[in-house]
């Protein structure tokens, strides 16, 4: 099973090497919390988070 790590830029959550939203390398696996945003432009805490990607994202990334 393959380890989920947020990026430290955007904190988007993907099992990926690179963060496919922002392109960086710079992945954690140490995260918390975590938001599903589905529609970012309807969407407050998106808003809130600076969302424009549907997708997983941490709250919190060490």
């Known amino acids: 099973m393959t380890k989920e790590r947020a990026c430290r830029h955007c904190h988007y959550i993907t099992t990926e090497d690179r963060c496919p939203v ?3 390398r710079d992945l954690s696996e140490e995260w918390f919390d ?3 945003v589905s529609d970012p432009e309807n969407s407050r ?16 990334v060490r």
Do not use: N
Not at 47 to 57: A, N
């Open 22 to 24: 922002c392109g960086s």
């Open 34 to 36: 975590l938001v599903i």
């Open 45 to 60: 805490i998106a808003q809130k988070l600076g969302v424009t990607v549907p997708g997983k994202y941490a709250i919190r």
